[in-house]
């Protein structure tokens, strides 16, 4: 069974800086394309960034120029770095680790971590 945990959330003032990790319990990782997506309260729940088997990124357009996602297939872990934070952030975010296991693309979610962005 493939595990997703997230770490790293938390309260961070307008303007700073936070870096989610998410670490997955899988043999073959790298296998795997991961994302970080978010949802705030009454929202529904969106792309923050995606990153393929081969590295290529993609970000949701509140991310651009602001956040970085990377993997680290040797320990299982996809990071985002999120700088220059805004109230409009807060949100509970959550990784996704997805599968391609040769009939269908399988997804595994994290249960989310809590970030808010607050003076």
């Known amino acids: 069974q493939v595990r997703v945990v997230e770490s790293g959330g938390g309260l961070v003032q307008p303007g700073g800086s936070l870096r989610l990790s998410c670490t997955v319990s899988?043999?073959?990782?790298?296998?795997?394309?991961m994302g970080w997506y978010r949802q705030a309260p009454g929202e529904e729940r969106e792309l923050v960034a995606r990153?393929?088997?081969?590295?290529?990124?993609r970000y949701g357009d509140p991310a651009k120029g602001r956040f970085t996602i990377s993997r680290d297939n040797a320990k299982n872990t996809v990071d985002l770095q999120m700088n220059s934070l805004e109230p409009e952030d807060t949100a509970v975010y959550s990784c996704?680790?997805?599968?391609?296991?040769?009939?269908?693309?399988?997804?595994?979610w994290g249960q989310g971590t809590q970030v808010t962005v607050s003076s």
């Open positions: 899988a043999s073959r990782f790298r296998l795997y394309a």
């Open positions: 990153i393929t088997i081969d590295g290529d990124t």
């Open positions: 996704d680790a997805e599968e391609n296991n040769g009939d269908a693309m399988v997804d595994y």
